[in-house]
T-cell receptor, first 113, second 113 residues
Framework: NAGVTQTPKFQVLKTGQSMTLQCAQDMNHEYMSWYRQDPGMGLRLIHYSVGAGITDQGEVPNGYNVSRSTTEDFPLRLLSAAPSQTSVYFC????????????FGNGTRLTVT | GESVGLHLPTLSVQEGDNSIINCAYSNSASDYFIWYKQESGKGPQFIIDIRSNMDKRQGQRVTVLLNKTVKHLSLQIAATQPGDSAVYFCAENKGGSQGNLIFGKGTKLSVKP
């Protein structure tokens, strides 16, 4: 099993550009989530999904969209990138929401200039 | 370079000593707690979890203690090794059994050989 796979590993965007961060898991987990990690801020929840076709907002959802058309994939979209979105983004999945360990990908380091 | 460790509380221990990393949680309704280890450039890695019906849980060289009275969680690492050097995060399922995992800001553990 590959676990949680994130692509790309690194990305540089100009302000106003759009992009999609990809996330895929092969563990048949129903729950998936996106976090961002900034220095001194820990991991903050952006969006999450409890199953295909269901998504909801986390702590810091503004500027990001998600969709969950399959159990395996949970892409994160930045429609118009801003410098404040410079961060490291982690996708994670688990069997159950809030009751089992999250499995994390290795992250995407995004810089917006 | 790795920026995750900036501005974090730091614990420095001698190789072979025991380490104790502390975490205060905020919500008395939280019933699932978890510790993660994050090495430079990688995603968080699950260490150990505990449910609120337990006070203590042991793994290989690690013990988690839960004190619900004062809403405190600790991670003890026995015979700390250089490979234990990392940032450690605690998380709670804020809001109870259907809550998402919300992370603390982390503690950087530095092991001196």
């Amino acid at each position: 099993n590959a676990g949680v796979t994130q692509t790309p590993k690194f990305q540089v965007l100009k302000t106003g550009q759009s992009m999609t961060l990809q996330c895929a898991q092969d563990m048949n987990h129903e729950y998936m989530s996106w976090y961002r990690q900034d220095p001194g801020m820990g991991l903050r929840l952006i969006h999450y999904s409890v199953g295909a076709g269901i998504t909801d907002q986390g702590e810091v959802p503004n500027g990001y969209n998600v969709s969950r058309s399959t159990t395996e994939d949970f892409p994160l979209r930045l429609l118009s990138a801003a410098p404040s979105q410079t961060s490291v983004y982690f996708c994670a999945s688990s069997e159950l929401q809030g009751k089992s360990p999250l499995h994390f990908g290795n992250g995407t380091r995004l810089t917006v200039t | 370079g790795e920026s995750v460790g900036l501005h974090l509380p730091t614990l420095s221990v001698q190789e072979g000593d025991n380490s104790i990393i502390n975490c205060a949680y905020s919500n008395s309704a939280s019933d699932y707690f978890i510790w993660y280890k994050q090495e430079s450039g990688k995603g968080p890695q699950f260490i150990i979890d505990i449910r609120s019906n337990m006070d203590k849980r042991q793994g290989q060289r690690v013990t988690v203690l839960l004190n619900k009275t004062v809403k405190h969680l600790s991670l003890q690492i026995a015979a700390t090794q250089p490979g234990d050097s990392a940032v450690y995060f605690c998380a709670e399922n804020k809001g109870g059994s259907q809550g998402n995992l919300i992370f603390g800001k982390g503690t950087k553990l530095s092991v001196k050989p």
